[in-house]
Structures are given as structure tokens and as C-alpha cells.
């Protein structure tokens, strides 16, 4: 038997044929016939098979006494769970229950359709999630620029004539923020028909191997050179406002601080010689079609938020924004930014800050930064319980160290997540859901930020197995079961109202969503009711039934500019090329571009990497993904290894303010001499945890070493890349480590 899917591990939105005996997968493949990603599929997506097979995957709920995991029933294990909340609510407050919300949410519709009643239930302040380790920065910049954090961008790359690609390595990722089926295809398709791309990265990745040139850059230095750019489009007049004059507003501002960053300037703190940024911007603004596409890298650092806005002012100041082959904007089936409506979902900003250190909320969330703190210090507000959905901070969040030492003193923590992780395993109770291929599919998230307008519905692969349940049915049940132990009036209302929620259920929410989308059929057909736009020719109008009859998916055609329509119908009349904010924080800018002239003694700013075979820390249980050499090296320059003697695969120990961790040596040309490169994800040695495969392979985690101190002050978000460090070979004398460190600290 055969079943078309969609893989969930990547952001590519591969879709795949999973051939079945009926109960067992026998194979996955690439799905020719899916007009999105046309056959593609990389190993993450054919070992789907190990994730579903996998013996360590939780298929009951279990609960934790001491070092022992029982299993219990769904009723015990959530009223078990609701009991508990309740109880620290009761004696504490809501804040005193935090949730921390992972990536894995972002490929699943049905549960972030259905957890939102569970937030309400919750209501607390403390909730934190995977964004302010990623792309809270680009959502901090649309809202603050176009006034809804999911007005997102994405590069035309099918008919870019001119492509710079800052901080982000799709030959690994396979894209972000940039959902395109077979990326490096689409990118190599760019220089075939004549087109440029260029890549500046503090490493040469493979990535470099389709690009027509690369250039190092220092890492978190990204906005002297952006401000470079754009000091050189002012100066020697290549702002072609296209159609935004009428509708940009600050554009002075942004010119007169543009104006004191001279590629002259920044040459030395970014490492790129004024002439290479001085020619990159004439090329650049000179193109028939253009996209500055800036992604991970610029925003897991110190100025993730500045170097967003600066992307985008860039953008739209060469005339690219919303035109094909620049960055333009999607209209999908479902779509989010309409979705948000005026309310507080368009995007939120420091409403409330974080008790200890001050940090600021982002669309109700705070920076993951702040977690272990809030469960660490004393006082008015302690966080005392911690639920994580499908998240493993441990390894995943800034100084995840700190965290995981935390953890064991919380009155309560509960895990939806089908792993026994370095996280969860401090659980009380885990709340398993079902396999990625035993629940349907549709790309809510990741089709708004797709590079075609496409839509696709995958049913369940196989039916749930007999205790099996579903995100959005168990986070919706736990949301169910704490208004049941309340007595207030909104639980009276909430009760009957999640109860209908439930009944009418995530498909049929889709299917209400679909049709009342822009390709819709409309609520009622005949009646067009709820129709929200022309319906695009050529395409069946959208509902549920007809994506089911469509097993491939759609195309719904190329990108199309939409503005300034869609910006208005947002409710916004302009867009603001300097808010504020950001200009304020220009006052950082300068004052870091001043401190990178000061000599760094000895150490090196440590960034992570990603692998095609690796996805973030949960991925690495499946025997055929970890087969091969050890991946969780140090990639080193040969003259920063040299210089402390060391040799290829030599154990070095790094060594930042909150630890130290060892790993072999790789000595690489291709990194920027002063910076070394460490992925992150791995660790799996931790006892307690329940993975077998990944606990037998070498590897440490990179957050024992990144700083919860070190972030993007602005907008809280984590800065991983550009964390200090000092690199020694093991058992080398270690005295002055400390010392060293101690000088960076004084000079930061
Ligand atoms: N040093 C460093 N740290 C980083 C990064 C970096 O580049 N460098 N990258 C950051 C980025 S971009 C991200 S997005 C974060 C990710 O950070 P997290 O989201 O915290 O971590 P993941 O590793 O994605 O872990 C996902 C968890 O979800 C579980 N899971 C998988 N599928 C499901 C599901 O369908 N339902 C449920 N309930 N659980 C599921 C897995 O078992 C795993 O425990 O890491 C960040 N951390
Ligand atoms: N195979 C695989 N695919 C994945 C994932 C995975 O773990 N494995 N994770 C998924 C997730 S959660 C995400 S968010 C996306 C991320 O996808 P991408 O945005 O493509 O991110 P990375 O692959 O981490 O590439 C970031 C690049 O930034 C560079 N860099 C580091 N510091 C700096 C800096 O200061 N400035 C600049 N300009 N560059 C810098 C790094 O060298 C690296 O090449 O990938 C997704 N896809
Ligand atoms: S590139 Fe790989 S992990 Fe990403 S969606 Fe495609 S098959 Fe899945
Ligand atoms: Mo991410």
C-alpha cells in the first residue's frame, strides 16, 4: 500500500510516499508528484520510519516516582496533571506555572489550532517557546515595520536575478523562513539562468559550493555591515523607493544613521574590506531583481532585532520588496496574518518584563533566557511548575546547563513530548502523542513563509495505535480538565464552549478555515458566505474535501505583490522604515562597533552549524542518521589550532563564563580564522534519559557552553553565535583559562 504524506522534520515541507504492509512502514521515498517539492527528500525524511518504530518512543503516558516510570492510564495521567497545576495556582498564582513551547509545534496544525485553550487556561505570565531561540527578531521587526509580526518576507528565489544569503546554510538546513521544496536545486536554477548569489558567513559552508562567491564575516557583526549597505545606497543615490515613497514613512532617520557607518568604517570589526561591502550594495541595488535574505545567524546574536529591520529597510529601499525576484510576500490558503486579526495576535512587545532580569515580553512570551532564573531565584513570582510541549531546553536553550541543574528543584513538571529526554526525564509525568505518520497533516505554519503559494493535506498514515492521542487532544483535554476544577465565572463559560471546540475538532476547524480563505469555496458555497478574497483561476476553491482529492498538494501559483492592499487591509497605512525602537538601539551599535577594535587576548567566538542528517537535539535516536563519523566536532582554523598546539581531532576543551565541554578537533580552512564552530543538539550522555541509540553516540551540547547572559537586548532573544571562548587542547596546563576570561568579561 502507498500513502502520500508530507515530512514534518524540516521546514522544506517535503512530500513523501510511504509504502505500508498495512500496519509497518517498508519505505519512505520522495513524492514525484508533489508540485512543491517534486521528489525531494533528504535522510531525515526516510528514517520517519525509525521515529515511528522506534522502541523508546513513549505510546502510554508514564509518571515518575524517584528514578521509576510507571505507566498510567490517559484519565489518571491528566487528572493526575490537572490536580497538580491547580493546586500550585492556587497556593502561588498563574505565574507560578510556566510553559516552554519547542519547534516541533511549528509542524503541527492541530495542535496550534487547539493549544491556544490551554495558554487561556493556563494564563500566565511565564511562558516561553523555540521563537526566542530562532526568528523572534524577524517577527519583532515585521511587526514593528508593517505592524503584524506575520507579515514575513521570503525570497523569490525562483526568479531572483541577485541573492545575498546572510547567516543561514540551506545546503544544511534545506531553508528557513524560505519553505522551498529542493532548495539547493532552486538556488543552483539562479546562477543557471545568469543570476548571482552571494554568501557571507563566518564559515565557507556547503552552501558556498552553489554560491558564486563566499565571504567571511565576523560573527555579530551583521549590522555594521547592513548599515554599510545602506550608507552606500544613500551616499551615491541607488534608494529607488519604488511604489513605497507614499507609503514608507522615517526614512530620514534611517539615512542619517546609516550615514555614520561608512564601509570604511566597519571594514575591520566585520573582517570585509570596505570595497568588497561597497560593490556587494552597487550590485546589489543594481539588479534587475534582488533579495537580502538574512536568516538564523542574524538573529541568534547580539543584534538580532536591528539586523532584521535593517534586512527589510534594505529590501525595500532597492525597490525588491514585493516584487518577483525579490522578497515578497505569500497569499496562502490559510493565512496567518489575516488570521491574527487587529488584536493582540498581529504581535505584542513588552507589555511586561521578565521578574529577574528584566527582559521583555514578545507576543505574550518572554525571552527563554530568563527560564532558569525564574525558577532559580526566590521571591513573588517564582516559577514552581513547568509544562514543555514537544521542546528540549536542556539542550536547546542558552546555557541549557544552568536550566538542567534547576529543573529537579520544581514542585512540578510535565511533558508532552514522546521522548524520555535530557529534558523530560525530569518529568513527573510525560504525556507521549502519537507518531508524526499516525496523524494528518497541513502546512499551516510553513506554507505562509513558502516560496510558491502552495497547500496540501496529508491524512494519518496509519491509524493512532490503541492508546494513541493527539497534541491538540491532549493539550485541549488538560485545558478542559483545569476549568473543571474551577468556580469561577469564566470557567462556567469556558467549560461548555471548549467542550463544542472539541466536538467540532481540528479537520473541520481546517475546513472552515480553508474555505473562508482567499481561495475558498466559501462557508455556505452557494451563498459564498465568509469568502475573504477573488478566488485565483485555474484551481479547484478550496475545502477540505478538495486538498483530500488532491493528494499531492496544489499549486496555487508564484508569489504575487500584494501590497498596498494587503498592508491596509491589515489595518496598517504605512510602513515605518525606522521605528522608534530600533533607532534607539543603534546606541548599542556604536558602542560595539567602538569595543571590536580592542585586542581579544585569546579568545574566540564559538557559532553553531547544523547538519542535513541531524534536526536539533531529537532526531538523533535513529540508527541510520547517527551511523558514520562523530558530527559534534570543534571545527577550528588551522592558524587558531596551531598557535595552541593543537593537532585534527585532538579532544579540546572550549571553555565559556557558564562551563566547559571537550570534543575532537577538525581542523577547517573553511572557518573564519578567530571563531570555531560547534552544533548544537547533541549531549546525549545524560542519565535518566531514555534513548539508546542517541545515548550511545559521542557528542556534547553546545548550551553547557552558550550564555543566557549573552543575547539581543532589545528583543531578548538568545545569542548563541558570538559566545566568547577559550580553546585549549585537554590535559594541556589550564591555569590561565579562568584569567583570560576574566579579561573578556572586564572588557565586554
Ligand atoms: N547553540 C544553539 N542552540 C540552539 C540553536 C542553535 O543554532 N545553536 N538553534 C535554536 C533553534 S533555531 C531552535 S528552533 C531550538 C529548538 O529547541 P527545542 O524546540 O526546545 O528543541 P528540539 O531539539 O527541537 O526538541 C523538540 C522536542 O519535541 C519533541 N517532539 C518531536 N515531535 C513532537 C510532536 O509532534 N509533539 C510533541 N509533543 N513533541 C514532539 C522531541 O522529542 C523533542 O523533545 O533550538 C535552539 N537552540
Ligand atoms: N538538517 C537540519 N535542518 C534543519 C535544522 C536542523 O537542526 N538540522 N533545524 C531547523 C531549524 S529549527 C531552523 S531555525 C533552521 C535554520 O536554518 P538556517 O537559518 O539556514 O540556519 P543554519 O543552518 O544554522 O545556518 C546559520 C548560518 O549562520 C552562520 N552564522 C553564525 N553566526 C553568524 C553571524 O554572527 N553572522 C552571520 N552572518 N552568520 C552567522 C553559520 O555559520 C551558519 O552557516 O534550520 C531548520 N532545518
Ligand atoms: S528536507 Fe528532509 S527533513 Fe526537510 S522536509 Fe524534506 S525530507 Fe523532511
Ligand atoms: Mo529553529
Redesign the pocket.
Known amino acids: 500500500m502507498i500513502r502520500h504524506s508530507t515530512c514534518c522534520?524540516?521546514?522544506a515541507l517535503c512530500g513523501i510516499v510511504v509504502h505500508t504492509d498495512g500496519r509497518s512502514v517498508t519505505a519512505i521515498k520522495g513524492d514525484p508528484d508533489d508540485p512543491h517539492s517534486r521528489g525531494h527528500i533528504?535522510p531525515?525524511g526516510v528514517a520517519l520510519q525509525d521515529l515511528h518504530e522506534d522502541p523508546d518512543r513513549l505510546r502510554q503516558p508514564v509518571m515518575r516516582s524517584g528514578t521509576e516510570w510507571r505507566t498510567v492510564s490517559w484519565d489518571t495521567a491528566l487528572d493526575e496533571s490537572a490536580r497538580r497545576i491547580e493546586a500550585i495556582r492556587n497556593a502561588h498564582g498563574p505565574d507560578a506555572v510556566a510553559l516552554y513551547a519547542g519547534?516541533p509545534l511549528a509542524h503541527n496544525y492541530s495542535a496550534l489550532l487547539f493549544g491556544p485553550p490551554l495558554l487561556a487556561a493556563l494564563a500566565t505570565r511565564n511562558r516561553y517557546s523555540?521563537t526566542s531561540s530562532?526568528?523572534l527578531p524577524h517577527m519583532f521587526a515585521a511587526l514593528q515595520m508593517f505592524g503584524n509580526q506575520f507579515l514575513l518576507p521570503v525570497p523569490d528565489i525562483d526568479r531572483t536575478k541577485f541573492l545575498v544569503i546572510?547567516?543561514?546554510?540551506?545546503a544544511?538546513?534545506?531553508?528557513?523562513?524560505m519553505t522551498a521544496g529542493d532548495p539547493l536545486k532552486r538556488l543552483k536554477a539562479i546562477r543557471e539562468r545568469g543570476g548571482t548569489i552571494v554568501l557571507?558567513?563566518?564559515?565557507r559552508?556547503q552552501?558556498a559550493d552553489v554560491a558564486s562567491e563566499h565571504h567571511f564575516?565576523?560573527?555579530?557583526?551583521?549590522p555594521f555591515l547592513l548599515l554599510a549597505v545602506l550608507h552606500v545606497m544613500f551616499a551615491e543615490h541607488e534608494v529607488s523607493y519604488g511604489p513605497w515613497r507614499s507609503y514608507s514613512s522615517e526614512l530620514e532617520q534611517l539615512e542619517k544613521v546609516a550615514s555614520r557607518f561608512s564601509p570604511e568604517r566597519v571594514a575591520a570589526a566585520t573582517g570585509m574590506s570596505a570595497e568588497v561591502i561597497r560593490e556587494l550594495a552597487r550590485r546589489f541595488c543594481r539588479a534587475e531583481s534582488a533579495a537580502f535574505y538574512?536568516?538564523?545567524?542574524?538573529?541568534?546574536?547580539a543584534f538580532g532585532g536591528v539586523n532584521a529591520w535593517l534586512l527589510l529597510a534594505i529590501n525595500i529601499l532597492s525597490g525588491n520588496l514585493d516584487r518577483p525576484g525579490g522578497m515578497m510576500f505569500t497569499r496562502p490558503a490559510v493565512d496567518l496574518p489575516r488570521l491574527a486579526g487587529r488584536g493582540s495576535l498581529r504581535g505584542t512587545f513588552d507589555r511586561w518584563r521578565s521578574r529577574v532580569s528584566d527582559l521583555p515580553e514578545f507576543g505574550g512570551e518572554l525571552p527563554v533566557s530568563a527560564l532558569a532564573e525564574e525558577i532559580e531565584t526566590p521571591g513573588n513570582g517564582r516559577i514552581r511548575a513547568l509544562i514543555t510541549i514537544a521542546g528540549n531546553p536542556v539542550l536547546s536553550a542558552p546555557n541549557g546547563a544552568r536550566l538542567e541543574r534547576v529543573l529537579p528543584s520544581l514542585e512540578l513538571m510535565i511533558s508532552m513530548d514522546p521522548y524520555i529526554n535530557e529534558t523530560t526525564r525530569h518529568a513527573h509525568l510525560v504525556l507521549p502523542p502519537v507518531s508524526p505518520l499516525e496523524r494528518d497533516d497541513f502546512g499551516l505554519v510553513l506554507s505562509s513563509v513558502a516560496v510558491r503559494n502552495v497547500v496540501k493535506y496529508a491524512p494519518a498514515v496509519f491509524p493512532p495505535g490503541p492508546d494513541g492521542r493527539e497534541d491538540w487532544d491532549i493539550a485541549s483535554d488538560l485545558a478542559a480538565r483545569l476549568y473543571a476544577r474551577r468556580r469561577d465565572p469564566v470557567a462556567f463559560a469556558m467549560r461548555p464552549a471548549l467542550a463544542a471546540l472539541r466536538r467540532l475538532g481540528p479537520r473541520n476547524a481546517l475546513d472552515l478555515l480553508l474555505r473562508s480563505g482567499y481561495y475558498g469555496r466559501g462557508v455556505l458555497p452557494f451563498l459564498r458566505l465568509f469568502r475573504a478574497g477573488t478566488r485565483a483561476h485555474g484551481h479547484p476553491a478550496l475545502s477540505l474535501r478538495a486538498l483530500v482529492q488532491a493528494p499531492h498538494g496544489i499549486d496555487l501559483g508564484p508569489l504575487e505583490p500584494c501590497f498596498p492592499e494587503r498592508l491596509r487591509a491589515l489595518g496598517n497605512p504605512t510602513i515605518n522604515l525606522a521605528p522608534l525602537v530600533l533607532l534607539k538601539d543603534i546606541g548599542r551599535v556604536e558602542a560595539a562597533l567602538v569595543s571590536a577594535s580592542a585586542p581579544r587576548g585569546d579568545t574566540l567566538l564559538l557559532?553553531?552549524?547544523?547538519?542535513?542528517?541531524?534536526?536539533?537535539s531529537w532526531m538523533h535516536n535513529s540508527p541510520r542518521l547517527v551511523r558514520g563519523k562523530p558530527r559534534c566536532t570543534l571545527l577550528i582554523h588551522p592558524s587558531d589550532a596551531t598557535s595552541r598546539g593543537i593537532g585534527d581531532q585532538d579532544i579540546v576543551e572550549v571553555t565559556s563564563r557558564t562551563g566547559t565541554v571537550s570534543a575532537p578537533a577538525a581542523l577547517d580552512p573553511g572557518i573564519m580564522p578567530g571563531v570555531v564552530?560547534l552544533p548544537h543538539?547533541w549531549g546525549h550522555h545524560r542519565s535518566g534519559a531514555r534513548l539508546s541509540v542517541a545515548a550511545r553516540t559521542p557528542g556534547v551540547s553546545a548550551n553547557d557552553v552558550t550564555d543566557e547572559k549573552h543575547l539581543d537586548e532589545l528583543t531578548g532573544t538568545a545569542g548563541f553565535?558570538?559566545t566568547s571562548v577559550v580553546v585549549r587542547r585537554a590535559q594541556a596546563p589550564n591555569e590561565s583559562v579562568a584569567a583570560e576570561l576574566g579579561q573578556e568579561v572586564a572588557q565586554s
Open positions: 522534520l524540516c521546514e533528504c531525515k519547534n523555540a530562532d526568528q546572510l547567516g543561514a546554510n540551506p544544511a538546513s534545506m531553508g528557513s523562513l557571507v558567513d563566518p564559515r559552508t552552501t564575516i565576523r560573527p555579530g557583526t551583521d538574512g536568516r538564523l545567524g542574524t538573529c541568534v546574536q557559532i553553531g552549524r547544523r547538519d542535513l542528517r541531524s534536526n536539533n564552530s543538539g553565535n558570538g
